[in-house]
């Protein structure tokens, strides 16, 4: 296949980037680099099936010649950028979702949507399965991020509906591994950054919030089988383990050997979600997956590849 994945230079598509190749397709990456980054898809510069081109997809896409498939990843998706980037997260899952439907339209492509566990909002159904509508401040800070992943959703189901598009939507829930951004905002880098550097880890709020979180590679896997499959309709990609943030502070702690302990603040935004959990059901069902990495044994590679990147800043 030849495949176009925008924001290919980021954690997720360029794991996403290294399955496809490693199996022989062709694969063209679009990103602007606005928090991608040209280091995670170094490895690939030279190999005759891989190509880069950097361009924002909010304004119009074209690539010559055929395409099987079009997977649009790129959306700053940060706690972080809620507040630095706002307009162009918006645009990226609006306009961005728009161009990439119209690339896939003209080619004949497959078209597939990485979407968000967001769109749940802070969820009064737990665990969340995909049929549940959400409870989203559409005015808040997260509001940027979430109400426009639920456009891109929306446009999505009309180009399929309306103009049939072969579609795909994935509803992806918190993951970890290596290559995630040492000052992303999300709880691992933030907890993993402060243990490797002898400080206390911080926890907002009273750490009782929860979170389910999923290897890279496991989550790859459910990507591609959701590619692969003729389901059209939204299936959540996460883990069923649910971990409190004082869990998770303990692990790593633990793991890097980290004896600062652990300090409290309050609570940046006031729509962070009190607990996340997917119901993947269907998944199991449609796809025949679950993830079967467990979380320590995927924060070590996550660790160890944090800890390169902070010898290599200093």
């Given amino acids: 296949m030849r495949i176009l994945i925008t924001g290919g230079a980021g954690f997720l598509g360029s794991h996403l980037t290294d399955r496809f190749l490693n199996e022989g ?3 063209i990456v679009l990103d602007n680099l606005i928090t991608g980054n040209l280091e995670n898809i170094a490895h690939h510069f030279g190999n005759e099936r891989f190509q880069f081109i950097k361009h924002d997809v909010t304004n119009y896409i074209h690539v010559p010649g055929p395409l099987d498939v079009v997977m649009h990843f790129a959306s700053p998706a940060s706690p972080i950028d809620f507040d630095r980037i706002p307009i162009p997260i918006l645009k990226v899952n609006s306009l961005g979702t728009h161009n990439a439907l119209g690339l896939a339209m003209s080619k004949e492509a497959r078209f597939f949507l990485a979407s968000t566990s967001e769109v749940y ?81 911080t926890i907002y709020g009273d750490g009782q919030q929860t979170r389910s979180f999923t290897f890279v590679q496991d989550e790859i896997e459910g990507f591609y089988r959701l590619l692969m499959s003729d389901e059209v309709y939204p299936v959540n990609i996460g883990n069923t383990v649910e971990t409190s943030m004082l869990e998770l502070a303990e692990i790593i702690n633990n793991l890097t050997h980290n004896r600062a302990g652990i300090i409290f603040k309050p609570l940046p935004h006031k729509d962070d979600p009190k607990m996340r959990k997917p119901d993947i059901t269907r998944a199991r069902t449609l796809l025949k997956w679950e993830p079967t990495t467990q979380l320590a044994e995927g924060l070590i590679p996550t660790i160890d590849w944090f800890r390169a990147q902070l010898k290599t800043a200093a």
């Fill in 25 to 27: 397709h062709e694969v």
């Fill in 121 to 201: 909002g802070d969820p009064l159904v737990h665990p969340q399965p995909e049929s549940y509508w959400g409870n989203v401040n559409l005015i808040g800070i997260r509001g940027v991020y979430d109400e426009s992943k639920r456009f891109a959703e929306s446009i999505t189901m009309a180009y399929h509906r309306f103009h049939g598009l072969d579609t795909r939507i994935v509803r992806i829930f918190n993951t970890y591994g290596p290559r995630m951004r040492p000052q992303d905002g999300r709880v691992i880098p933030n907890f993993v950054s402060q243990a490797l550097r002898g400080e206390p880890l």
